[in-house]
C-alpha cells in the first residue's frame, strides 16, 4: 500500500479530481476527523496532514509521497526526490509591500512565513534583513508597523489589493508539486510510477 500525504484544507479541495480518480471517496475525505483514509481498493491510504509538515514525513520514510507546494519543499530543504511539478493552484512567492515603496535595503524588516527562502533571497540581493517569522496573515504585518513590507505567495491579488500593499518583486512561481521518499521510490517504483501518472493526467 502506497503512504500518500496531502495538507488539509486548500491543497485537498485543489485536488478534487485527482483524488476521486484514485479511488477517494471526496465527501469522506472534506468531512471526516479521521487522519488516514484508505481508498476504494485499498491500494493508497491517505494521511492528512499540515502542509509544512510534509516534507519530513516524506524524507523519514513515515510517508511514501507527499503532494505539497513547492514553497514549503524550498522552504523545508529535505533529502527527497522532487519528482513532478502539477498544473494547477499556481501562485508566485513576491515581495510586497505599501503602495508607497519601501527600498530593500539593510535593516529592512520582512514579515514572512517563509524565512529560510526570504534569507535566501536577501543574501542574493547582498542586502542584510530583519526577518520577522509568522504563521498566517502575513499581510497586516505592514499595515501595523510590525515590517516594512513582506515575502509572501501572490495568486490572485485580492489579500494585497483589500489591504492597499502591490507587489514590488516576484522572486518564484509556485505549484503543488509530488515528493517522493527516496527508498519507497525504489521498492515501490511501480506504484509511485502509477500514482505520478494519474497525477500528471489529472494535475494538468
Ligand atoms: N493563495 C494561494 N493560491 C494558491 N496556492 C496557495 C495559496 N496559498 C497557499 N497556497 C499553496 O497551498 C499550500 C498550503 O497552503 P494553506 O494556506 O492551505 O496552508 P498553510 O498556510 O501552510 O497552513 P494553514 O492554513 O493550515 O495554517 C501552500 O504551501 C501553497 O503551496
Ligand atoms: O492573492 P490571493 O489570491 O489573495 O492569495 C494570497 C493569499 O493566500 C495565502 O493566504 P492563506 O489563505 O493561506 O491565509 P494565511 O496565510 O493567512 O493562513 C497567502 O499567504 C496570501 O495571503
Redesign the pocket.
Known sequence: MLKFAI?????TK?SKELLTCCGFDMEEVNSSRKLILYNADETISLILL???DIPLYVANGAVDIGL?????VLENDLDVYELTELDF???TLCVAGPKEKVSLKNGVRIAT?YPELTKKFTKRRGIVAEIITL??SIELAPLIHLSDCIVD????GE?LRENDLIVYEEILS?A?MIIANKVSYRTKSSEVDAFINICERFGK
Open positions: 495538507a488539509k484544507g486548500r491543497i485543489d499540515k502542509a509544512g505539497v507546494g513547492k514553497d514549503t493552484a499556481k501562485c512565513k504563521s498566517g505567495l501572490v495568486q490572485t489579500t509556485i503543488p
